[in-house]
């Protein structure tokens, strides 16, 4: 309906004799209707008449579907057609480019020992790891990947054998298995998190290096202190990192000293404290991915080295969920081109600020699409005349105002000087509470702009 709507079609006539401005012209029809195809539940709801682009996520699946679908008619078509079709994929790969570049421009990669993150590379390529990124260091981003050459769009960047993937089916060839899995119905994501805290200090471990590579602290909202927690009280953040917590407390009260007292061997009370047990879980909501592993079962994993790919909302890399059965590796081919030197990004899902603050510890650069604030309005949907619309808009813009100005209110200016000196946390919870203000006060002025025009 959308597409009907709009006057699209998913079915496009290529002439082989065409000027290059009428290439174009088919080529921007060719992306509006391709953006229709990728819209997500957000999308369609703000759309409107819009023509986009939507988001860079949207952007990124429709120029791939394209660039995909210029892939196969190449290997297929005559030499008169290759070129227009050469022409078409060319420039949607000037238009790949395009997207995500403030992300490449703002991070800043800073020098720094590279020993221990140099052994894991080297570890991985020992046990078939293939890959055209090496690791860096960001100034406010900590690690990172960058590529050692140039990467074209659909080229694998990152290439993990299944072996190394830290899976369900790993952990069912372990002790913490064994032990547990006729005991008080300890689910598989649990006992997960079990064997990594286990893991961590086993000095004959196959993923010994892995383990020593990873930080000391995740640097989570779930670490976050006193002064950074007060800092946040009344805030969305503020609920969600204290019911995480709460969840997290009471699950490892659960387990201990329960676990130390009935498997001493493998629980020991000096590995199972409060402290290890947050850390695994930092590691896991950090570091895993949903991956369909050779099996067909869709798991949590932690797949090494892949790990140090950081977020972004434009990235290179969108999708990489499924090992490949022929090669039995987890392939990470890119969705947008990166030049040697260029930081590599991933997408970590569609999360809001909020989400990626408590269980990564970090906020996006730019605008996030994902910073969406639900509200529900009690409107009268059976008013038909100018005049009852007019009043309906204008008693949702008070309402809006109503409930926003008071928080606008609770979230002064921020004061440059508060920031320079304050700890990881506390600067992290002051950077998130000025994105809410500048949302907050977004909306307000949007409603008040429209009153005042009503």
């Known amino acids: 309906r959308v597409m009907e709507s709009r006057n699209l079609s998913c079915v496009f006539q290529v002439p082989i004799s065409c000027s290059a401005a009428d290439t174009l012209k088919l080529l921007d029809q060719m992306i509006q209707a391709a953006r229709v195809v990728h819209m997500d539940e957000l999308e369609l709801y703000f759309a409107g008449g819009d023509i986009g682009p939507f988001s860079a996520r949207n952007e990124l699946e429709s120029l791939n579907l394209l660039f995909k679908i210029m892939d196969k008619l190449l290997l297929t078509s005559n030499d008169a057609a290759k070129e227009v079709l050469q022409t078409l994929q060319n420039e949607i790969v000037v238009r790949l480019r395009s997207v995500g570049k403030t992300d490449d421009a703002q991070m800043v990669s800073q020098t720094e020992n590279h020993e221990a993150e140099d052994s894991l590379l080297k570890w991985g390529e020992h046990r078939g790891v293939k890959s055209k990124l090496r690791i860096a260091f960001f100034q406010g981003a900590g690690r990172g990947m960058v590529a050692s050459e140039s990467i074209g769009v659909g080229d694998t960047a990152l290439e993990i054998p299944e072996s190394l993937i830290i899976s369900e089916e790993l ?5 913490v298995f064994l032990a547990l899995k ?5 689910n598989s994501e649990t006992m997960l998190l079990l064997w990594s805290m286990r893991e961590r200090y086993n000095l004959s471990s196959k993923f010994k290096t892995y383990f020593e590579t990873l930080p000391a602290n995740f640097n989570t909202g779930l670490s976050f202190g006193i002064d950074a927690l007060a800092s946040l009280e009344g805030t969305l953040l503020f609920d969600e990192i204290m ?38 879980c930092e590691l896991w909501y950090s570091n895993s ?6 099996s067909g079962k869709l798991s949590m994993c932690l797949v090494p080295i892949a790990g140090l790919l950081n977020h972004s909302v434009s990235p290179h890399i969108l999708h990489y969920g499924r090992v490949d059965e022929a090669t039995k590796s987890l392939k990470f081919p890119l969705s947008r081109p990166c030049d040697a030197g260029e930081q590599c990004f991933l997408s970590y899902g569609k999360h809001p600020g909020s989400h990626l603050v408590t269980f990564y510890g970090f906020l996006p650069r730019g605008d996030n699409p994902y910073d969406v604030i639900p509200l529900g309005c009690d409107i009268d949907e059976s008013t038909t005349t100018e005049a009852d619309i007019k009043e309906n808009d204008r008693v949702v813009l008070e309402t809006l105002l109503s409930i926003f100005n008071p928080m606008l209110e609770e979230l002064p200016e921020p004061d440059e000087s508060d920031g320079e000196s304050a700890s990881w946390d506390l600067k992290l919870a002051l950077e998130y509470k000025n994105l809410q203000r500048r949302i907050i006060s977004s909306i307000v002025t949007s409603c008040t702009s429209a009153l005042g025009n009503a």
């Not at 952990?171 to 002790?175: A, D, I, M, R």
């Not at 006729?182 to 300890?186: K, S």
């Not at 991915?289 to 050779?294: A, L, T, Y």
């Open 171 to 175: 952990l069912c060839q372990s002790e």
């Open 243 to 280: 019911q995480a917590k709460q969840h997290l407390r009471q699950q490892y009260d659960d387990l201990f000293p329960l676990l130390c007292i009935n498997f001493p061997e493998i629980f020991r009370k000096d590995v199972c404290t409060w402290d290890n047990f947050l850390w695994a």
């Open 289 to 294: 991915m949903m991956v369909v592993i050779s």
């Open 182 to 186: 006729d005991f008080n119905n300890i």
